[in-house]
Nanobody
């Protein structure tokens, strides 16, 4: 079955960096677009970034544009989120998700499979 496992979260100071990973299994990774979302306490889950099957095209939320970079290694069945210049408002649980129906969407409801999430905490 489809499985997504995030890793790389942690506690860092503002201005620092983290790299999240999402290891995928149970499907042909190279044929599926992927996305990153996050959910802060008391807030709805929000789009962060998404990447097409080949990795050639990427899309970002305005709030993180220029600071975060999404990428993927189809040979390793893994997607990444490099996060730089982190701010306290980036604190959230970060989730990776698979766009199994190829909807090319930034809406969380359009992603059929999700990881368990990894906590990212940014201290001021």
């Amino acid at each position: 079955q489809v499985q997504l496992v995030e890793s790389g979260g942690g506690l860092v100071q503002a201005g620092g960096s983290l790299r999240l990973s999402c290891a995928a299994s149970g499907f042909t990774f190279s044929k599926i677009a992927m996305g990153w979302f996050r959910q802060a306490p008391g807030k709805e889950r929000e789009f962060v970034a998404r990447i097409t099957r080949s990795g050639r095209n990427t899309y970002y939320a305005d709030s993180i544009k220029g600071r975060f970079t999404i990428s993927r290694d189809n040979a390793k069945n893994t997607m990444y989120l490099q996060m730089n210049s982190l701010k306290p408002e980036d604190t959230a649980v970060y989730y990776c998700a698979a766009d199994l129906y190829d909807l090319g969407s930034s809406r969380s409801s359009d992603y059929a499979s999700w990881g368990q999430g990894t906590q990212v905490t940014i201290s001021s």
